[in-house]
């Protein structure tokens, strides 16, 4: 008696995407890990979502834009005690976007200075389709939205320092 065997399908590859993005501000570390847990609303061991709204360019003058909403909470990973870190991810509203899941770091540089670095890690959806667009498109779109976060949050925490500066000296 003859046993049919059927082969075991191709396992697909898995592409998974690091990014980063890394801006310094006019902020010093410690005011600026102040602001952004009030501007946000944060508390330690709660999460926070943020809508965001995300403008790619794409060829020429089209763009795309997008709705993301952004999951923010202060982090228990420790790390350097110079640093502030905050576990961040988000994830758009409708279509075939990845999730993120990343790292804020607040860090100290010279005086009255910090670097606010956004780090992590998405998996394009739809497998070698996917894939395809995220190579020519959906990297620009996860890239610009953590250029767009860390902007946002760099000149909010900023400009409540300059705010408080300027108020102190008046």
Avoid at 17 to 40: K, M, T, Y
Avoid at 135 to 160: F, K, P
Wanted: with cysteine; hydrophobic share 40%; proline share 6%.
């Amino acid at each position: 008696m003859a046993v049919a065997t059927t082969p075991h399908p191709r396992e697909e590859e898995v592409v998974v995407r690091s990014i980063v993005e890394r801006q310094e501000f006019s902020c010093p570390a410690g005011a600026a890990h102040v602001f952004l847990e009030r501007d946000f609303e944060l508390r330690h061991g709660e999460e926070r979502r943020v809508a965001l709204h995300v403008r790619v360019p794409v060829f020429g003058m089209l763009y795309l834009d997008k709705d993301v909403d952004v999951v923010m909470s202060p982090s228990a990973a420790g790390g350097d005690r110079d640093a502030y870190e905050m576990d961040v991810s988000w994830e758009a509203a409708g279509g075939p976007f990845p999730r993120f899941s990343g790292l804020l770091r607040i860090e100290p540089v010279g005086d009255g200075a910090c670097v606010l670095e956004l780090a992590g890690r998405y998996e394009p959806p739809g497998g070698v389709a996917g894939a395809a667009f995220d190579a020519l498109l959906g990297n620009r779109v996860a890239q610009a939205s953590l250029r767009e976060l860390v902007t946002r949050i760099g000149r909010s925490v900023s400009a409540e320092y300059d705010r408080r500066v300027r108020s102190a000296v008046v």
